[in-house]
């Protein structure tokens, strides 16, 4: 396993910093979280339509790139580092990772125009999916879909649905309740059109006001036959996968917001004049940054390791093998405690102001809470972990994990 | 052949020979004499050091117009994995190997190569490292050995070595001291090469505080280095030191973390016996710890990916890395303890696991001290990692 980055990633990488260091600094954030409901429309236009970031990871049969979640954690750093307003993380890591499981027509269709930039999507899991060795996210599902002469009659309330305000397309995972009796738990997989009768979208309040989510509520939504992209037992599969590689996303994301909270943190104290000097010589500032760094470099590590290592083990299909689901859930976990430091210290090192609306580490330490509990808290992952490794569910630490090492 | 092929053969080879060589005399000699247990039989790890050079896997970075074997970063690694992979004993031979050697080759002259670097490969002469002293730790330019030149050119030696690993089990040190008396900091030192067993020299080992004695002090009155063991010109010392350092760029970690991924199993083995492995708290720091050893091992790969370029400066990940594994390291002994429960108290060398994690739980305070502080290692990642002002400089 080779965790140089080629040429061809580190452009990525440069690409997307340089762009949303341009169009997401922190007066566009605040100007869409201020009077545009968390979602700027003119960068998801750039990104969306004129550089066709939405085609990265889609396979190149629907019309993407068909890249793979190395390039994605990439970009994702940098959505993070600048906490774009965009729904990416929606339509691309949660809508677009489902779609590209389906082997529907009409969900390849959807990749193509989501690729082609042309619609934002979501996939309505609730955000505080818990995370277990053997869980069966189907358990969670909390939509009822009836059958009728014509189609399905969807009913539910999913409670905590990114940029489900907004989204063109809704991906609902459903309970069909009157199946053949062996059919009982079948869980399906249906796209629900944004103007749907009988769907309820209500915007929340949120403490981090830069990634916007909703509850959408379903009463008696008509669908026709053909809305179902996937139905039986490969929907659990697919909603599992779905769910564990937005948990690797949402970590590269959080990777990027702590990296930002460092280098805001350098910026301000090497201008900070105290004493007749920059705070940033003091020693007990120096050490604190390196604290930060050492978090940092660390999740870094962990992500970049986990998104190879899913990359390597042709995740796309099928159930995700258990050691890259520990790779991520210490991905996730190492992120969501580091972005967490990562935003205290910015606020504690940038001294009063750092308790100010008007600088923004208090945008990071929002988010870093966010995060921290969406798809895998870190006491979640690591009692799933410690299944793993204590009582032996899977090859655990014995030397095997080091093979490869040397490539 | 293409490379993985060729990696994928060295790692069978290497396997294979350790596991037919490990055996007899030397049986005793598995996962013995790392850190923590290096007095572990020396007579006997001298004699794996000759069995490995007998075996070509001495040098095996090294160019080959110096005896080495000129392997790839990538296949010193996996060297290294398998060598711990197999349970191989601590080496003695490393500080002349991976140190030393690579020195002499690159700033030593043709008659020092000569003299130094076959018994080095061969397994038969032992090297120690005089930096440290009672006054320079973690300043380690506050040198106050001073060498006094001879009318036949010989360096005469005054002063006191500290810390001195492999001391009293080592035919030569290599020292720096100050040729320039009127010199102050990193100025004015020169680059030596001593044969310990000489008047005027005198090893003391020190009693640490898990008992045991791998360290030492080391004393000059009057030793003599000889003029063609001056490595560079006088007042190079500082120069000849740094680059010594910068040789360890972290191609025996591997080696390293399967040593700690063994103890974590020890760890988990011994959290089941004593009855905590459903301890919740304990089930957390577990799981955490083995987390840390997977972010050590991506964290490694990285590093390697850039290591076979030795001009670059070091990179953020490597800056880290001493600092993430030393305090891993620490947090498991105290790990280790909590799940032995009163029993850690209790001395029983006949239960191995539990003397081992006692070993563990004592050694590992070192771990954040040796080789740089914490506290200059953060001082090291906040000036060359970040940027940020360095540490003013006292006048005392």
Redesign the interface.
Known sequence: MNLALSEEQTMICDAAAEVLGERSASAAVRHAIEHTAGRDEDLWHTLAGELGWCALGVPEAAGGAGLGALELVLLMEQMGRRLACVPYFSTVCLAGAALSQCESGQAEAWLTRIAGGEVSATLALHAAVRFELRSHLSDAVPVRAVQTANGYVLSGTLDQVFDGATADLLIVPARIANGAQADAQTVALFEIDAASSGLIRTPLVTLDATRPLARVELHAVEVSRSAVLATGREVELLLSRSAWFAALALAAEQLGGAQQCLDLTLAYTAERVQFGRAIASFQAVKHRCAQMMVEIEATRSAVLGAARAWDDADCTMGAVPKDVLADIAIAKATANDTFRFCAQEAIQLHGGVGFTWEYDPQLYFKRAQASGAQFGTTSQLLSMLAEQVIDRTAPHADASMLEGVGR | MN??TR?QQLRVEVADWMKGHLTGEFACLKYRGGPGDEEAYPALRKAWERELAAGGWTGLGWPTEAGGRALP???Q??FH?EYA?AGSPGRMGHIGEGLLGPTLIACGTQAQRERFLPGILAGTQFWCQGYSEPGAGSDLANVRTRAVREADGAWRVFGQKVWTSLAHDSEWIFVIARTDPESRGNRGLSFLLMPLDQPGIEIRPIRQLNGGAEFNEVFFDGALAASEDLVGAPGDGWRIAMTLLGFERGMST?GQ??QF?RE??WV?DT??EAGV?HD?AI??R???A??G???M??????M???ADDTSAALS??A??YK??WSNWHRDLGQLAMDVLGPNANIVDTADEKRTRLQGVFLFSRADTIYAGTN?I???I???R?????R??RGTL
Do not use: K
């Not at chain 2, 091992?297 to 990285?302: D, L, S």
């Not at chain 2, 990692?385 to 002002?389: A, K």
């Open positions: 490379s993985e990696e970063v990538a296949e690694v996996i994995e992979r591997l973390q399967m991924i974590l199993d988990i959290a089941h492995a919740p089930r957390q577990i799981a955490r083995w987390a050893l997977r972010v091992r991506y964290n490694a790969m990285r390697l990916a850039g953020r990940e800056l880290i600092y993430y506290e290692q953060l001082n990642m906040a000036e990692g970040l940027g940020m002002p540490e003013a």
